[in-house]
């Protein structure tokens, strides 16, 4: 999916491009594509830190949602076929 079309996706409002949401969702895009790179390339170990560092991102994202607005998180979660 296009960047664009994950933020128009995601976003809550018009103009809303750095929502938890959104935030989660280009993070998880990078992360599947870096993945696929990684895969491919295993010995990256630049792109491996990157990675680690995305999904730590991620990971604390999902947790400030999840304590502020918990029916979003799962939503989120079940949307992107994230694991809780």
Do not use: F
Not at 4 to 30: F, I, M, R
Not at 50 to 70: T, W
């Amino acid at each position: 999916m296009e960047k664009q079309d994950l933020v128009k996706k995601y976003q809550s409002h018009k103009n809303d491009t750095g929502s938890t949401d959104v935030q989660v969702a280009l993070l998880t895009e990078k992360i599947l594509e870096l993945a696929k790179h990684l895969k491919k390339h295993n010995k990256d170990q630049d792109s491996r830190r990157g990675l680690l560092m995305m999904v730590g991102k991620r990971r604390r994202l999902l947790n400030y949602l999840k304590k502020n607005e918990v029916k979003k998180y799962e939503k989120l979660i079940k949307d992107l076929g994230l694991k809780k």
